[in-house]
């Protein structure tokens, strides 16, 4: 018999995910890097709430075409910009309040180096928020598997704080999807 798949992720359950790891981020400045078509950049969005802003790159200037025509549900949320770019590549972004980096860490070779540009474009003290597989092996769609042990040693050489794993769920690809998150170091 065939697995039955998870129903794919909404607005909603990126919310439900998202909260844990921004309890407080009312009027600040975020980025959604690997943004895609955006399912977790209108839940960041909603709390970071109208007085903020969130920016979503990504590479793919399709996708952000999608993410840019869809609408926001769920009352008051902050103005979406959009910016075409590379996380491997120099972004150059307003400083930062908070990151989120939901299933792109794993597309790319050099996380560390990757990570340390993050860091770089954060204030001291703000947030990165990473989802990615747990246990996961490396393979076409997930090339570069960054498993919660493997984030720890990552961002600890980045210059982030102990990251912390807040939330985790079964992905529709089998396994599991978790949440962590870790602070840019004074
Ligand atoms: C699996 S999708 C995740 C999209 C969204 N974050 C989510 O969780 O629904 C991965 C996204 O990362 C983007 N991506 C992959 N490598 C990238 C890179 N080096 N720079 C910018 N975006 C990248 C892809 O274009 C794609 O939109």
Do not use: C, K
Request: hydrophobic fraction near 50%; proline fraction near 10%.
């Amino acid at each position: 018999m065939r697995p039955v798949r998870r129903p794919r992720m909404n607005q909603g359950d990126a919310l439900a995910l998202l909260r844990a790891a921004v309890p407080a981020a009312d009027g600040e400045v975020w980025a959604d890097l690997g943004a895609g078509t955006g399912v977790f950049t209108r839940a960041l969005a909603t709390l970071v709430g109208p007085p903020g802003r969130v920016i979503a790159v990504d590479r793919d200037a399709t996708a952000l075409e999608v993410l840019s025509a869809r609408t926001v549900d769920g009352g008051p949320a902050a103005p979406i910009i959009t910016v075409a770019g590379d996380v491997t590549e120099p972004l150059s972004l307003p400083p930062l309040d908070g990151v989120v980096m939901a299933n792109v860490l794993h597309f790319v070779a050099d996380a560390e180096g990757v990570l340390a540009r993050v860091a770089a474009m954060l204030r001291p003290g703000g947030r990165l928020v990473l989802m990615e597989y747990e246990g996961r092996r490396p393979g076409p769609w997930v090339p570069y598997p960054v498993d919660a042990a493997r984030f720890v040693e990552l961002a600890r050489d980045a210059g982030f704080t102990l990251p912390r794993v807040v939330a985790a769920q079964p992905s529709r690809f089998g396994g599991e999807i978790y949440v962590a998150v870790a602070e840019r170091s004074p």
